[in-house]
């Protein structure tokens, strides 16, 4: 049975005792089951292994990996979603860090400086920094990735290891195993497994330090923390960072201590912490080298690190495969790298920045930056994002240019999903921001999500974004917004079901992005108007592609036709010619949507 069809998985939960537990979940949340939404809670993080269980695990591991005496110790830095070398606190802390000095636990405040320091040599007392990056295709298919993600993934670790190179750090590109997962635990595909091949590569490279930029789901949260237990446990010391964003999740609060709900006062209260704390400024230095030939051929781990330096270009097995075609056409519009990454947004800066306010919405031009793949794999982080477009604006935030000051106040919105995650951690558990709408009732027909996803809804501006996404594994935002809104209100399905299809295919898959403008979408999330925001699909089309040029270009059955022929062909055409497209009818009217969907979301909110 492929991954991805799996209904049923185990997890790792506490029960009300704070006993740890193994219990049957579904395995598409992120995050486990949960009865209900909670509206606002404090900013913590979900529970990990307990050190007992740490321990029971990590017992398990040691009959099976056995370290020689009097190794070489190391720092080992694990990379996730953070595939750079620059602006990068785990692997910059490893590179700086002198065992018994000073404590860097706590966070990059003490050690981010601004501006970009300059590579120096490293220090005779510097341990060598080995990276690792895990290979968790189990993982990765339980949470929905786009094979063209994966595929993008892979691109960025080979230039990840040709980075790293340059500062003599070998890339351990480990893949995980369901054995990796110990014998007692039943469920093979539990995020157990990551941690357990992290202890096992510790191990075999001699790491006493390990160092991991944290991320925020709740699976990610357990997995992480998991991961620290099991190296305590061990022996080892484990030193974490945040990375993802500028301000640090639950950072951001009203006067009364209260997390922010709403994007537009958010945005105030974020703006006058990063000006005031100049954030923009503080990215982290570069990392240091280590010495030449300090993992080399005569090393101890050498051969360890020979049996697993290899990048693979595609994954094993059928679960994450990439289609051909759709690979190159991804390697053209998204090529890897972090010097991609930056010259992609010192482009947009300097050329195309000024049109953002007035072209970011026209759907066939190139208003927006594309930088969405690589801000979600981390090859670019929103802090380097943020910094150059201030600088940019001669170190304005907002005023200044127009278009700079909008792009950031939507890398803002970038920062808010996060946050919002981190506080309100059920949206990771398939539930609705707002309680009130899990009583939505959905239609859920099977036939018209069909028709959505394969972009033969008979809306043209619908289709055409269905199709991009189905071609290129992006879409505009506008479409993006356009596509959400119809299959929740015009089609009445559950954005749940939207939500996966977009992450199986987004090469920009980001939960807090994805779950969030879903759920704006839907209204069930932190769009402060309710319900009856419905695009009118015709509308959208003819503001977001005034000559059609974007609908020509993904719906060839249209490409001939122009004006509000080409926007509504099936009311715009006689019958005959409009039979002769080979293009679906609408598969519902617009006003008698809007008033069924109405009348649904009123009821599921005791309002008729
Ligand atoms: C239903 C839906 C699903 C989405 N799924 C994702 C997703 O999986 N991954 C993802 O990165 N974005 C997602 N977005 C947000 C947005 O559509 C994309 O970030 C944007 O289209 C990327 O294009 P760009 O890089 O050219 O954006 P630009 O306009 O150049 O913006 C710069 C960056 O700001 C951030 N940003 C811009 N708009 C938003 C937004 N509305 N919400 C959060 N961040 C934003 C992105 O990181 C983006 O790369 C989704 C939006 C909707 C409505």
Request: aromatic share 8%; proline share 6%.
């Amino acid at each position: 049975m492929p991954l991805q069809k799996r209904k049923a998985e185990l997890a790792i939960c506490e029960t009300a005792g704070g006993e740890e537990v193994v219990k049957k979940v579904r395995a598409d949340m992120r995050g486990g089951a949960e009865a209900g939404g909670r509206e606002e809670q404090a900013v913590e993080e979900p529970v990990g292994l307990s050190h007992a269980a740490a321990d029971a695990l990590s017992a398990a591991t040691s009959a099976t990996v056995e370290e020689p005496t009097m190794p070489q110790p190391t720092c080992l830095v694990w990379f996730k979603s953070d595939l750079r070398v620059r602006d990068n606190p785990a692997l910059y802390a490893a590179t700086t860090f002198e065992p018994g000095t000073a404590n860097i636990n706590s966070g990059m405040k003490q050690i981010r400086v601004g501006g970009s320091a300059t590579t120096a040599a490293a220090s005779a007392s510097n341990l060598p920094v080995i990276a690792l990056f895990l290979i968790n295709v189990a993982e990765w298919a339980l949470h929905d990735m786009a094979p063209l993600r994966a595929d993008f993934i892979l691109r960025n670790l080979e230039c990840l290891k040709h980075e790293l190179a340059q500062l003599h750090i070998p890339l351990i590109v480990r893949v995980v195993e369901p054995d990796d997962a110990a014998n007692h635990i039943e469920d093979r595909h539990h995020p157990v497994a990551a941690p357990t091949a992290v202890l096992e590569v510790a191990r075999r490279v001699h790491a006493r330090h390990v160092f991991f930029n944290r991320e925020f789901e709740v699976d990610e949260t357990r997995r992480d923390k998991a991961t620290q237990h099991m190296l305590e446990a061990d022996g080892r010391t484990v030193h974490t960072f945040q990375d993802q964003c500028v301000m640090d999740p639950g950072s951001v609060r009203t006067k009364e201590g209260k997390v922010y709900k709403v994007y537009s006062m958010f945005r105030t209260t974020w703006i006058t912490h990063v000006v005031r704390d100049r954030m923009w400024d503080k990215l982290t230095p570069d990392p240091r080298p280590n010495p030449k030939g300090a993992c080399g051929a005569g090393s101890a781990v050498a051969a360890y690190l020979a049996r697993w330096s290899e990048v693979p270009t595609q994954l094993a097995g059928d679960v994450l495969r990439v289609d051909p075609a759709q690979a190159i056409l991804a390697r053209t519009h998204f090529p890897a790298g972090e010097a991609e990454a930056h010259a992609r947004l010192a482009t947009f800066l300097a050329d195309r920045s000024p049109m953002y306010t007035t072209h970011r919405d026209l759907v066939a031009q190139a208003g927006t930056s594309s930088l969405s793949p690589y801000l979600s794999s981390g090859i670019l982080t929103t802090r380097q994002a943020l910094h150059a477009a201030m600088r940019a604006n001669n170190g304005r935030i907002e005023g200044g240019s127009a278009g700079l000051a909008k792009w950031i106040s939507e890398l803002v919105w970038r920062e808010f999903y996060r946050h919002i995650l981190v506080a309100f951690p059920h949206v990771c558990k398939h539930q609705p921001f707002k309680p009130e709408y899990k009583n939505v009732p959905w239609l859920n027909d099977p036939l018209a999500f069909d028709a959505w996803t394969r972009g033969r809804t008979g809306y043209p501006i619908v289709d055409a974004g269905m199709r991009q996404l189905n071609t290129l594994g992006w879409m505009h935002n506008r479409c993006r917004m356009i596509t959400a809104m119809f299959l929740t209100k015009h089609l009445l399905h559950d954005w749940r079901r939207g939500e996966h299809y977009f992450m199986q295919h987004l090469i920009d898959g980001d939960f807090a992005n994805n779950n969030g403008g879903w759920q704006w979408s839907a209204s069930s999330g932190v769009d402060p108007q309710p319900y009856f925001r419905i695009f009118n699909p015709l509308l959208q089309s003819q503001k977001c592609d005034p000559d059609g040029t974007y609908i020509r270009h993904w719906v060839p059955e249209l490409t001939h036709l122009h004006g509000k022929a080409l926007h509504n062909p099936h009311a715009e055409l006689p019958a005959a010619e409009f039979a002769r497209l080979g293009y679906p009818t609408p598969i519902v009217d617009h006003k008698f949507a809007r008033q069924r969907c109405l009348k649904a979301f009123k009821t599921a909110l005791g309002k008729m």
